[in-house]
């Protein structure tokens, strides 16, 4: 009876110790954060007039919601079914040349012709460049004339 216990204490050693081998020696592939640029090229050979549709038709990861007359109501990230959904945790952080844009109608008014990209990030890319306010991601729109203040 002794020597049964110790053998299966020898092949769970074993087990125990080839498992280890076998996670060391293969590489992780974790997904990597994120970010997806639309570009002043991707802007410009573009049909859209304004931030809000350009967004629309760009930006896959997100749903955009109008109400009746067809003026923004809500952007949301697509989550699978499964996913646990906090109040708020759905809804990207829009910022503009750094300023955090808090009426989405705005994107309405800003026109493609003022904007040099976008930046759309991922969950874990956006909280970690702009805090757990940002689960659900990061759109990131730089304008011409932030870019060319910074130049100067």
């Known amino acids: 009876m002794r020597q049964a216990g110790s053998t299966s204490l020898a092949l769970l050693v074993t087990t125990a110790a080839l498992a280890a081998c076998v996670t060391s020696s293969v590489p992780r592939s974790e997904p990597r954060p994120r970010v997806?640029?639309?570009?002043?090229?991707?802007?410009?050979k573009s049909a859209y007039t304004n931030a809000w549709d350009l967004l629309r038709g760009k930006a896959?990861?997100?749903?955009?919601?109008e109400d009746i007359f067809g003026r923004p109501r809500s952007i949301k990230i697509r989550r699978g079914r499964s996913t646990i959904n906090m109040a708020g945790s759905d809804t990207p952080m829009i910022l503009v040349d750094g300023?955090?844009?808090?009426?989405?109608?705005?994107?309405?008014?800003?026109?493609?012709?003022?904007?040099?990209?976008?930046?759309?990030?991922?969950?874990?890319?956006?909280?970690?460049?702009?805090?757990?306010n940002s689960s659900a991601g990061v759109i990131y729109i730089h304008t011409w004339e932030a870019s060319a203040s910074a130049r100067t």
């Open 36 to 44: 997806e640029i639309i570009t002043s090229e991707d802007i410009a």
């Open 60 to 65: 896959r990861r997100y749903d955009f919601a």
């Open 99 to 132: 300023a955090r844009l808090t009426d989405i109608q705005a994107l309405r008014d800003l026109p493609t012709n003022a904007i040099e990209s976008i930046e759309l990030m991922s969950g874990i890319k956006g909280t970690a460049s702009q805090g757990t």
